[in-house]
């Protein structure tokens, strides 16, 4: 059994572990993938003051995000296909959240249906949602969440047409993959994804297959998910949606002050300040550069959280001392999926969890809900000047 001291030991058997398509689709960002590669060494840009002397017992990192206790202020993101980086994926994500006392977000591109998640935990968890051309797939979807009592909607607004990843193009990327010479190859190597995918029958998308009208083969579904993302989707649809769904409403993509004042009109209960992981709109900012503005602009009004780039307790304090409420993980528990399964994605949560902890008693803050700027060291031209 390796010794995991760190999310990259995670990806690193991630690597290992996955098949190739799945391990690419998860590690790459649109384009030249600058945003992907800025979101992560932008966070490395900010310093943390040391200091000394301050009482380091009965140390917190308990918060709550839109209300909800957590163990720590962060959730796990919505990621497509997590059913296909290990067998019944979502579900064993969701097990490790519910465990730890963090929330799971469920992808509308999940390879468990909301149902089968629902079935398999006790905790609610949230639920993203893609908007679809096709109304009465998206009512469907909406009315099956309450169903299943997920506790937050994360709509999605950055992704009505999707960012070109030339690795899914090359790779030939399907759910469940097609069986090439190439893809024979490399499944040769990876014996235990292949037996434990043979005994689960979740395949496939789950929350499209057999819900969304016409879609009950992978020739149907491939050339419907092609069609269905809406690009009409505007600040009215979102009105709209809020209140076909009722509850609380987090608005996910949200990378511009404008359009966080918007959020916060339209009544969001959070943010989440993303650039979908480098994933849409490369030549983007980072997340954490775009973080101080838009606090300023709006965090007196609706609560923010902010993902992209976040690989450790270290950078979660960052984004927390910079204003944020909680933060989201992707890519850092996919790893963890993709290298050991339930206990891999709990090993990222610990990881994480020691980080903040260590790092916040040497920062000489003993509790997660008193982050301020005051505890980092944050270059003068950090959010840059751009005209
Ligand atoms: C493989 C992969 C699939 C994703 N699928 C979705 C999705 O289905 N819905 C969504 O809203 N965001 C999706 N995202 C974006 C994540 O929710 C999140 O914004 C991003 O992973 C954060 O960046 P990080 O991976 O650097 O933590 C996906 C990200 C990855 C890496």
Redesign the pocket.
């Known amino acids: 059994m390796p010794v995991i001291t760190t999310i990259d030991d995670l990806k690193r058997l991630h690597k290992r572990r996955t098949p190739k398509m799945f391990y690419d ?2 590690e790459s960002g649109s384009w030249t993938e600058q945003t992907f590669r800025d ?1 992560e060494s932008d966070f490395d840009k900010i310093r943390l003051r040391q200091r000394i002397a301050v009482d380091m017992t009965n140390r917190t990192t308990a918060s709550k995000l839109i209300g909800q206790d957590v163990t720590m202020p962060l959730a796990l ?5 997590t059913g296909m980086q290990r067998a019944d994926g979502e579900i064993k994500a969701a097990r490790a959240a519910e465990k730890f006392g963090v929330p799971f977000t469920l ?3 999940s390879i468990c249906s909301i149902e089968d998640v629902a079935e398999h935990t006790e905790k609610p968890f949230w639920f ?1 949602l ?1 908007v679809m051309r096709d109304e009465e797939y998206v009512d469907n979807i909406i009315e099956r969440a309450k169903r299943a009592g997920c506790s937050a909607l ?1 709509l ?1 607004l950055d ?1 009505q047409i999707l960012g070109q990843r030339h690795k899914d193009l090359k790779n030939g990327l399907t759910a469940p993959p097609k069986m090439t010479p190439p893809v024979i190859a490399d499944l040769a190597t990876k014996w235990r994804w292949g037996i434990e995918m043979l005994q689960t029958k979740r395949r496939s998308f789950g929350n499209i297959v057999g819900h969304a009208k016409g879609v009950d083969n992978m020739n149907s579904l491939s050339s419907w998910t092609a069609e269905q993302f809406d690009p009409r989707l505007d600040w009215n649809t979102v009105r709209k949606l809020k209140e076909k769904w009722g509850g609380k409403l987090i608005l ?1 993509g949200i990378l511009d002050v404008d359009d966080a004042k918007m959020a916060a009109e339209v009544g969001a209960d959070a943010i ?1 300040v ?1 650039n ?4 849409q709109l490369d030549g983007a900012l980072s997340s954490i550069r775009m973080l101080p503005s838009i606090v300023q602009a709006v965090g007196d009004k609706v609560e923010i959280h902010l ?4 690989r450790s307790g270290q950078d979660m304090l960052k984004a927390l001392a910079m204003g944020a409420k909680g933060v ?5 528990y ?1 790893h963890g999926l993709g290298a050991m399964g339930e206990a891999g994605v709990t090993k990222a949560l610990e990881v994480i969890h020691r980080e903040l902890d260590i790092t916040m008693a040497l920062c000489g803050r003993r509790d997660v809900n008193t982050f301020d700027r005051d505890m980092l060291l944050v270059p003068e031209d950090f959010e840059g000047r751009w005209a």
């Open positions: 689709y998860c979101n993101a919505p990621v497509g296909l992808s509308t591109m993203q893609y994360v999605t992704l996910k989440i993303s979908h992981g480098g994933r993902d992209s780039g976040i989201m993980i992707g890519r850092a996919i």
